[in-house]
């Protein structure tokens, strides 16, 4: 649990500093990953929207994120991830057109 916190909140930060300078589809979609990541890794909230405090973007996606129920089996977590993803990178290309 520390490691993944540690992980999550060292990736998040960096991963929002660049989504700030590169907002690139494929960037939006891995920040999305990783908060998902933390939220069904039984991250606390606080410690991820802290880590996204930089951003109204990210601490959005945190809070979107958290509304999410956390779910038990490896399967749900990963399906849980990869659909909240999927949904922020759809979001960034449709914005494109």
Known sequence: MKKLLFTTTILLSSI????????SCETIEQMASVTMMARQGGVPMKTVYDAAKDSKFAQKMVIEAYET?????????ERAQQKFADK?????IKSQY
């Not at 929002?16 to 907002?23: F, G, L, P, R």
């Not at 922020?88 to 960034?92: I, Q, R, W």
């Open 69 to 77: 129920p956390q779910y038990n089996t490896t399967e749900y977590k």
């Open 88 to 92: 922020y990178y759809m979001k960034c």
């Open 16 to 23: 929002t500093s660049y989504a700030e300078e590169m907002a």
